[in-house]
């Protein structure tokens, strides 16, 4: 959701800020725009275009800030105060025009903050929260002029409730840049001839590989400064949490207040002096500003160019289908010996005794992460014989949920940044859990708040649509759930052996399914299913997850509506949706332990003339005359079978949203990071 990217440097700024937001369109969006301080008259210019970026770029194109700008910032949003519109549209700028601001998160008390401020005669041209808080922090300019931008920045912050990555310019500084974050991600890039803050680490690539990850209510000031004539870049983090915090630049004591009288009583104001008043409280009372400067480790950025391009693929979606023998591999490395078939977890090695003792384990998720959950639940209790439960990270955080010290709680997010997530992992350390990670994105705030986890190691996730990062994330947990078993002893040295090198061979069996005829195959059925208008998926066991992931799979990318169901559901309710017109996919293994009962209610589907597909093993000629098109995925363990037959569903997805030509990499309101609530 959103991107920004905000750069000081000795590049042409334009066409850097550009390249970020093209690199960041995967996130999801619906305009773009950009502001620069031009260098010779310290102008602040600002272009803004609903749509693509490629719009914002033609509207540059007819400017001419160009190569004389050392410091700018940039934005695609997706809306969430206000229409898609060039108004709407980021950066946002003050009354006066001193200082723009593009903005990731929600304010949850704009509306309050707008009206004290329209009070103290500000006005407001576009719906959006946003432009509200460049307001405020330029009426604190207003009121502090002494403070520096970073402090009157941090200042303004204390009035603000919600979630917040932003970056700020002004007019009278061309050489500064402030940035700051508040449950939304941001990241700073450094180099010797540019520093550059973004919310996403493809945005930094080809920059520098030097990253630091700044954390929860971090500001950080961006400097650029003459030395023997030659430019330096440098920068400073601060923390802006309410302890240990002092007003940086300026003393407070014995200051003279610009207002005529401090009110006791809010009451007592109009909304205008009232905000004024808590801006002054939280100057003069509590020294709120930024503290002294804090350390963040550097970290090497080990993404390149390479696995951010489409590599010759008509969409990053089927890259990423077919990346994913290669990712997995990647994922088992150092981790599973494919001659001995143990797994060692080394992300986990210090609290493994404590999860095998877990009262139970709680999975949290959303989306496609929560799918993979259920196949995780499923592994855990079959194989390590402890209780699992799998909620939505959305429902968990708003339910008061019983924890007690003994649960271990699993967060599972393909960005490790998704809000609710995080969220989980907040309130599983306020029962003292144990929090476990499972993530892709190095570095990433869930993997920094968990207390141990797993990296994915399936590299960047462009498509919206989440394909490797499904599989990566049953691929860790159900290496998880074999070291598990065998931990507590519920798996013998040999079964778990046994299991791990069938595991092993997982990718070599995904490649098989990846061979042109079996994609000509399911193009043939997508030809035939386009113009459907519902979808039903069905699966039992292990394939029930599979069923509402390919469900999701399809409304995502080709805008039909499908719903997955346990087969055994069907009675249930949906078979009342049954006819000639509603395509049925039925997940049936032959060796998964349900498969007759599978089988029988397939069979009811043909009684009421559904069109049925069927996803079964190879060689299983059982049910060839009852459904329309039969894939075949090759045999393994019911255990491992999820990874195979998922691989048939993301495709007949894809191939579907092509041939109806929906737009596959960033389908409509879609949003690859979900970072506000």
Not at 125 to 136: R, W
Not at 441 to 464: K, M, N, Q
Not at 514 to 528: C, F, I, P, R, S
């Amino acid at each position: 959701m959103c991107g920004i990217i905000a750069y000081l440097g000795s590049g042409d700024t334009v066409s850097v800020l550009l390249e970020g937001l093209q690199r960041m369109e995967y996130r999801g969006y619906d305009s773009a725009g950009m502001a620069v301080v031009m260098r010779e008259s310290g102008d602040l210019q600002t272009e803004k275009k609903v749509g693509k970026v490629k719009n914002l770029r033609n509207a540059c194109a007819g400017r001419d800030f160009s190569g004389n700008a050392d410091v700018g910032i940039a934005h695609t949003r997706w809306a969430t105060h206000g229409q898609p519109s060039d108004v709407n549209a980021h950066p946002h700028s003050c009354s006066d025009g001193s200082l723009a601001i593009v903005h990731n998160g929600i304010i949850e008390n704009y509306q309050s903050l707008k009206k004290k401020l329209t009070g103290l005669g500000y006005t407001f041209k576009s719906d959006t929260d946003t432009e509200v808080l460049a307001a405020l922090i330029g009426h604190v300019r207003s009121l502090e002029p002494d403070l520096s931008l970073s402090a009157a920045v941090s200042l303004a912050l204390t009035q603000v409730r919600g979630a917040y990555g932003i970056a700020v310019v002004e007019k009278s500084s061309p050489g500064l840049l402030v940035g700051a974050r508040r449950g939304s991600p941001l990241i700073l890039g450094v180099s010797d001839t540019s520093l550059v803050v973004a919310s996403d680490a493809t945005a930094v690539v080809g920059l520098t590989d030097k990253v630091v990850y700044l954390e929860e209510e971090d500001i950080v000031e961006l400097r650029k400064e003459l030395v023997d004539g030659q430019p330096q870049y440098k920068f400073h983090i601060a923390s802006m949490k309410r302890d240990s915090l002092l007003v940086q630049g300026i003393s407070t004591e014995n200051r003279p207040s610009r207002v005529d009288s401090i009110y006791t009583s809010d009451e007592e104001t109009t909304s205008g002096s009232r905000l004024d008043n808590s801006i002054r409280r939280s100057l003069l009372t509590s020294n709120k500003a930024i503290s002294a400067k804090v350390v963040r480790e550097m970290h090497e950025l080990t993404m390149n160019l390479e696995t951010i391009e489409k590599g010759g693929y008509d969409h990053f979606m089927l890259k990423e289908i077919m990346e994913q023998p290669k990712v997995l591999r990647d994922c088992m490395r150092g981790r599973l010996n494919k001659d001995t078939g143990d797994i060692k977890l080394g992300g986990l090695s210090q609290v493994m005794d404590r999860i095998t003792a877990a009262r139970r384990i709680i999975i949290c998720a959303c989306g496609t992460s929560y799918h993979s959950a259920l196949v995780g639940e499923y592994l855990i209790e079959s194989l390590a014989k402890i209780p699992v439960e799998v909620e939505y990270a959305s429902e968990f955080r708003y339910r008061n949920p019983v924890l007690f010290p003994e649960d271990v709680v699993i967060v599972i997010s393909q960005s490790g940044e998704t809000a609710d997530t995080l969220e989980a992992i907040r309130i599983s350390r306020q029962n003292k859990c144990l929090s476990l990670g499972i993530v892709n994105v190095v570095g990433s705030s869930i993997a920094r708040e968990t207390d141990a986890g797993i990296y994915l190691h399936v590299g960047p996730e462009i498509g919206v649509a989440s394909t490797k990062a499904f599989t990566g994330q049953v691929m860790a947990l159900t290496m998880l759930a074999l070291q598990l078993g065998r931990s507590s002893g519920q798996l013998n040295e040999e079964t778990a052996r046994d299991l791990g090198r069938q595991l092993y061979a997982i990718p070599d069996k995904i490649e098989l399914m990846l061979v042109e005829k079996n994609l000509e195959k399911v193009q043939e059925m997508a030809a035939t299913y386009r113009y459907a208008h519902n979808f039903l998926y069905l699966g039992r066991g292990y394939q029930f997850p599979v069923a509402l992931e390919g469900a999701l799979k399809l409304k995502e990318i080709s805008y039909i509506h499908a719903e997955g169901y346990p087969a055994a559901e069907m009675k249930h309710g949906p078979i009342a949706l049954i006819d000639q017109m509603m395509p049925v996919v039925v997940i049936a293994p032959k060796r998964d332990s349900t498969y007759e009962k599978v089988k029988s209610g397939i069979e009811e589907v043909v009684a009421r003339k559904g069109s049925v597909i069927v996803i079964t093993d190879e060689g299983n000629r059982d049910l060839d005359t009852l459904a329309e098109f039969v894939l075949e995925t090759p045999v393994t363990n019911e255990y491992f079978s999820p990874m195979l037959s998922v691989i048939h569903l993301q495709l007949l997805s894809y191939y579907i949203a092509k041939m109806r030509g929906c737009e596959i990499d960033q389908p409509r309101n879609l949003a690859k990071s979900v970072t506000v609530e």
